[in-house]
């Protein structure tokens, strides 16, 4: 089985405020289809509207409470959440207003809600690097950029000594982690299957080989 290779050096790029309309616009056109993110944003006409308020919300939340990554050739990003930081404040509260009143939907609260408690429950109660999106725009897809980016988020998790956390409804990515060295944990069924997928950081998994 191919595995990735990691590098020592990081060329992945800290986003700023300057770089949000571009990363929008890639986790845009990247999940516009995609099950998980459809499952809560409220299905009509603005449903590409909705989904671009959902990535602004995103942003913004990691911008506030982790870290934003775009790969070195501006192809990839990647939304980075510590939920160890996370605190309500006038901020969070005003973002979370926002997502109901452009994105969900006021009927939607009670599942989006029922939804997050449910995922939330598979986190341990120690320091995670929580992996909340990321993608690369279609027509760049399968070049290698989104494998070059996870290699070096893979390496920057290591660097802190955190696990790495995410969630997919794309079966057909499931290998494509597995190569990195995730594992499946856990599924829930919303209508369509969620996986919970890890990764332990390099220092985690030399300790459990001793």
């Not at 290699?151 to 802190?160: H, M, N, Y």
């Amino acid at each position: 089985m191919e595995v990735f290779i990691l590098s020592n050096v990081q060329n992945m790029i800290r986003a700023t405020e300057a770089d949000k309309d571009l990363i929008v616009k890639i986790l845009t056109s990247a999940f516009l289809e995609n099950k998980s993110v459809n499952y809560i944003i409220k299905q009509d006409k603005f449903r590409e509207k909705r989904i671009k308020a959902l990535m602004e919300y995103s942003f913004d939340s990691c911008d506030l409470f982790g870290e934003i990554y775009l790969s070195e050739d501006r192809k990839a990003c990647a939304l980075v959440s510590f939920p160890d930081r996370k605190k309500i404040g006038l901020k969070s509260i005003l973002l979370d207003m926002k997502l109901i009143l452009r994105s969900t939907g006021v009927a939607n609260i009670s599942k989006v809600l029922t939804r997050e408690k449910l995922i939330s429950k598979n986190y341990p109660g120690s320091r995670i690097y929580y992996l909340w999106f990321i993608g690369v725009a279609p027509e760049n897809q399968n070049r290698g950029f989104g494998k070059k980016l996870l290699a070096e988020i893979i390496a920057d998790a290591s660097r802190v000594s955190r696990t790495i956390y995410l969630e997919t409804s794309t079966e057909k990515n499931l290998p494509w982690y597995e190569k990195a060295g995730f594992e499946i944990y856990n599924q829930l069924n919303f209508g369509y299957t969620l996986f919970h997928l890890k990764r332990k950081s390099e220092q985690s998994l030399a300790q459990q080989k001793k």
